[in-house]
């Protein structure tokens, strides 16, 4: 029995999706409010939950081999849900000694940035799952291709790109489905391990390559409309004093608007090697979800 969390989310339902057309067991914890049709039709254990609550995550964590911890928050519950959660989650699955736990983490979690809440929580999950017991595969993502795919639409329908920061930035788009077999894959490789991989696309992009990928897929000019940073720093300022909470989640978007995230050809090499795939494209990601449908 495979448990996900985060099981609607956009890896952890693809996760799931994945296990079952392997018709394999797998138990979805999930939030009563979100929509789990799709996995309970699929055949999958629903679990209805809360990951603040430590009740709720030791009877989910009963009777499972495999751990994939695939769930997030947005900053004003990165102690309960990003940290807390994960830690009681690595707890119980020592006391049921499941067989392997894959941590789906995000890549820069090593830099030591502090203005967000997340990405702190991450690294410190990182840290205590290594000093465990358990047999582990941590996967430190990049950007998601299917987090553009919004962006594609309205450039589909308008040819207006809209960006904010620098467009030089460089990243490694990812698709969401890539990862999803990775999580799937991580315990079948013995390279696999207790081992921390950087997982990207099979390109380094610059942001100002986006629009470029648009403009090939739907065959449309691109007009970008590109702000500075200044403006997403005066919104938190201005924020700060209305909504905290709000202001701590922008603080994780600017980190990941102000610096470079992308995977190194040596990294995508073993990725590659490893779990013997090759990683899709955004211009293949694209046209799959965006024109093939």
Request: net charge negative; proline share 4%.
């Amino acid at each position: 029995m495979y448990l996900v969390t985060g099981a609607t989310g956009s890896v952890g339902k693809r996760i799931v999706r994945r296990l079952r057309d392997r018709d394999l067991p797998v138990r979805a914890f999930v939030r009563l409010a979100s929509n789990y049709a799709e996995l309970e039709q699929r055949g999958a254990e629903i679990f209805i939950g809360d990951l603040a609550q430590e009740r709720d995550i030791r009877k989910a964590c009963r009777d499972v081999r495999y751990i994939i911890s695939a769930h997030g928050s947005d900053s004003g519950q990165a102690q309960a849900i990003d940290y807390r959660a994960n830690i009681d989650l690595m707890d119980f699955g020592q006391e049921n000694r499941v067989d392997h736990f894959v941590y789906i983490s995000v890549l820069g979690t090593d830099r030591g940035y502090q203005d967000s809440p997340v990405f702190k929580a991450k690294r410190e999950v990182e840290n205590a799952l290594q000093k465990t017991d358990l047999n582990y595969t941590i996967l430190r993502p990049s950007g998601f291709a299917s987090n553009l795919l919004p962006l594609a639409e309205r450039f589909r329908d308008t040819g207006i790109y809209f960006a904010i920061g620098d467009l030089k930035n460089r990243s490694s788009i990812l698709s969401p489905d890539d990862l999803a077999e990775l999580a799937i894959q991580a315990p079948d490789y013995e390279a696999a391990q207790n081992q921390i991989f950087a997982v990207g696309g099979p390109e380094i992009l610059n942001r100002e390559d986006i629009p470029r990928i648009f403009s090939q897929v739907f065959e449309k000019e691109p007009f970008v409309i590109n702000l500075p940073l200044s403006v997403l720093d005066g919104v938190r300022s201005a924020l700060g004093f209305l909504n905290p909470d709000l202001q701590r989640s922008l603080g994780t978007l600017r980190i990941l608007l102000a610096n470079e995230f992308f995977c190194t050809s040596e990294e995508i090499h073993r990725l590659e090697s490893v779990f013997d795939i090759q990683m899709e494209s955004l211009e293949s990601f694209l046209k799959r979800y965006l024109l093939n449908r």
